[in-house]
């Protein structure tokens, strides 16, 4: 009965797993699985080759090296910030587009880091070893300790880094070792017209018609870098054909506990969709009082509207009841086949419940953590940087293993790199995100709030945040290096406004972010381990795990969908000549006047857009889509409204990854940009 039992709940267990689902690490990559299903197994010198070729731009997007001089390729809103950072009130790149004729023409990002993986080792066995039957503050600490002393061990320069990764939750944890690039330079980038043609209304849809993408290139000391392994080209693929995307997918949660996605559904999304929410509007009217303010906040606005409607698609899948069933009933059927294995029972323990309860412990104060830990980092650069000044002299202070995470030796190099950067700040613009900072603390944790009244006294969030901005010496990057580099007593002794800004936020920002790390992820972490392990006992290592911001690789095919919305099939392909048809002069949908010149001189047949059976999430960005040859067929820009529920599941019937193809690429810089020398490189003599 047993045995029956048995099979029963592996059956239950794997009914979600689709045909070409997977987000594999290339550790783990499935090639008997692209066998069976498309005739074509990847060896391990495939495997090797594509890895190499593929490239991450730290912190945001995906992308690869597509020639052997440094020549990488990503999205055009993944090199968005660079343009706009060399951008000036004369010379907007944005709007008017970039393209370097020479190569002493290629300028360089003041802030973009790109990444290759070049080792992959399996650390498991360490880590398991010296976080054994902890949870919590202790499980917490343990792994903290282990972590950086993996990472010390390997870091021996700055010229790599050294990454600690968490897979299945705690079934698996490897050590990444990157090549690092710090010199990157712009190539090429389209007008902001062409490569978010459709704006907002046609993002995260299909049919598609953009030229979403940008060429950088790497350099070592002084010269391009030789990239010896990197992708060919190919011309547009075919319906049905095979392809691979690799690529950093940011994060998914398709194996966490029923628990932990009622807490994103209730908790969570509301939070970051109505900031979100409150933020376009305030921003939008920022923008319309000038051409100049409209060109310093579009960047901000292009990530934000992004970002909102992708958190809107998490909320309305986590709001789809059918599908919280289906993945609540797989959660049971685990369970039974836990109990049904007493070994099993006695080591998960009351691992589902530890997960419940501390998400349910932490509910009340997940705003403030959102406010005081998570948009003090990621709102006002400016307010960033401090953040990093005070907190990273505090944290350097203590031994490595004792450190925050993101303080550790290994992130250092990141931080130093953005504490330098010469990319503007805009004073006005770093108030407007301050004070809309501080209305959301009042608002949310009150004006007798003890924190909240040392920021503000008796101003008002505008007159605050113009005395903390206006006084900063921050703003400059040879002031915030000097800070960094004297350390915590050169910290200390500064009364800049903005590091006293942080002061006043720091106890009350680190205190909430000690009962997070502790007593939620301590906890959840440790009981993730004991359910990852009790899986693999199951069903052995069959699945992939969620996603990280590491490299993955996941295969597919060519092929249209029915729209959820409409019932309509959607065909697999757009043409670049119904571009011209589906433009109609006005913004979001006017084509820029390089594409209008030059209609006569484009093929209107090319296939522009397409769409692939391929497992993305927001990350993959820039990722290659290439053939069983290792040849670049396409480029990702986006995924179909469908796709947005891929962070709790997949569905191949209608998730799908968006790119442009690589005939409409070549297409367009030889007829339109006229990038001849681009276009060589891409395609050199055999």
Not at 155 to 165: G, S, W
Not at 207 to 232: M, Q, W
Request: proline share 4%.
């Amino acid at each position: 009965m047993r045995f029956v039992l048995s099979v029963v709940v592996l059956a239950i267990l794997t009914v979600g797993a689709r045909a070409d689902e997977g987000m594999w690490t290339f550790h783990d990559f499935p090639s008997a699985k692209v066998q069976a299903r498309y005739g074509f197994s990847p060896d391990q010198a495939w495997l090797d080759k594509a890895r190499k070729s593929s490239a991450r731009i730290a912190g945001i997007c995906s992308a690869s090296f597509v020639s052997d001089s440094g020549l990488v390729m990503t999205n055009h809103h993944c090199a968005h910030e660079c343009v706009a950072d060399l951008s000036t009130k004369d010379h907007d790149f944005v709007k008017d587009g970039f393209w370097a004729a020479a190569q002493t023409d290629e300028k360089k990002c003041p802030n973009m880091e790109i990444q290759r993986l070049d080792d992959i080792t399996d650390v498991t066995d360490k880590v398991t070893a010296a976080t054994a039957s902890k949870s919590g503050p202790a499980y917490t600490a343990a792994l903290r300790e282990i972590s950086a002393s993996i990472e010390k061990s390997c870091q021996t320069d700055t010229a790599h880094r050294c990454e600690f990764v968490n897979l299945y939750h705690g079934g698996q944890f490897m050590l990444y070792r990157y090549k690092r690039f710090t010199d990157v330079r712009v190539v090429f980038a389209p007008e902001l017209a062409m490569a978010f043609f459709g704006g907002d209304p046609d993002n995260f849809e299909f049919p598609r018609y953009d030229l979403d993408v940008s060429f950088v290139r790497v350099y070592e000391d002084g010269k391009p870098a030789a990239t010896p392994d990197h992708f060919g080209w190919a011309p547009a693929p075919k319906d049905g054909e095979l392809t691979f995307i690799s690529g950093d997918p940011a994060a998914t949660e398709r194996e966490i506990t029923s628990a932990e996605r009622v807490f994103d559904r209730d908790v969570v999304a509301p939070m970051i969709v109505a900031t979100r929410a409150e933020w376009r509007g305030i921003l939008a009217q920022w923008m319309r009082e000038s051409d100049e303010q409209h060109r310093i906040g579009e960047p901000t606005q292009f990530y934000n509207e992004n970002s909102l409607k992708a958190w809107k698609g998490r909320q309305a899948a986590l709001g789809d009841a059918a599908q919280m069933k289906r993945h609540d009933d797989a959660e049971v059927a685990l369970k039974a086949g836990i109990a049904g294995k007493p070994d099993l029972a006695k080591a998960v323990g009351g691992a589902f419940d530890d997960i419940a309860k501390a998400h349910a412990m932490f509910a009340p104060f997940y705003h403030r953590f959102y406010l005081l830990e998570t948009m003090s980092h990621r709102g006002s650069d400016l307010l960033a940087d401090a953040v990093h000044l005070v907190r990273g002299a505090d944290e350097r202070a203590l031994a490595d293993g004792k450190r925050l995470d993101e303080y550790r030796d290994s992130a250092l190099p990141d931080i130093e790199q953005k504490l330098a950067s010469t990319a503007p700040l805009y004073p006005a613009f770093e108030k407007l995100e301050i004070a809309f900072w501080l209305g959301k603390l009042r608002e949310e944790l009150g004006a007798d709030d003890a924190t909240v009244k040392a920021l503000l006294g008796k101003d008002s969030p505008e007159q605050a945040a113009a005395r903390y901005v206006d006084g900063s010496k921050l703003l400059d990057a040879t002031e915030r290096t000097r800070l960094w580099k004297g350390g915590r007593s050169a910290v200390a002794a500064s009364r800049d406004p903005m590091l006293e800004l942080v002061r006043k936020i720091d106890a009350a920002s680190r205190k909430v972010r000690k009962t997070y790390d502790d007593d939620v992820e301590g906890v959840t972490r440790a009981a993730h381990e004991k359910i990852a392990r009790a899986r693999f006992a199951l069903q052995g290592r069959t699945s992939y795990p969620d996603a990280t911001f590491t490299l993955r690789l996941s295969y597919g095919a060519v092929s249209g969908y029915t729209s959820t919305a409409t019932g309509q099939r959607v065909a697999p392909f757009t043409y670049m000549g119904g571009a011209f048809d589906r433009a109609t002069g006005q913004a979001p949908f006017a084509l820029p006047k390089t594409w209008l010149d030059a209609r006569s001189k484009i093929d209107g047949r090319v296939p522009f857009d397409f769409v692939t059976t391929n497992d993305i999430i927001g990350g993959n960005s820039g990722s290659p889509i290439f053939d069983k040859n290792l040849n670049i067929v396409g480029l990702v820009f986006d995924g179909n409204i469908e796709s947005l529920a891929g962070d709790f599941w997949y569905d191949d019937t209608a998730n799908r990854a968006v790119g442009v193809s690589s005939a409409a690429l070549l297409e367009a810089l030889a007829h339109v940009y006229h990038a001849d020398r681009l276009v060589t490189e891409l395609q050199p003599k055999k």
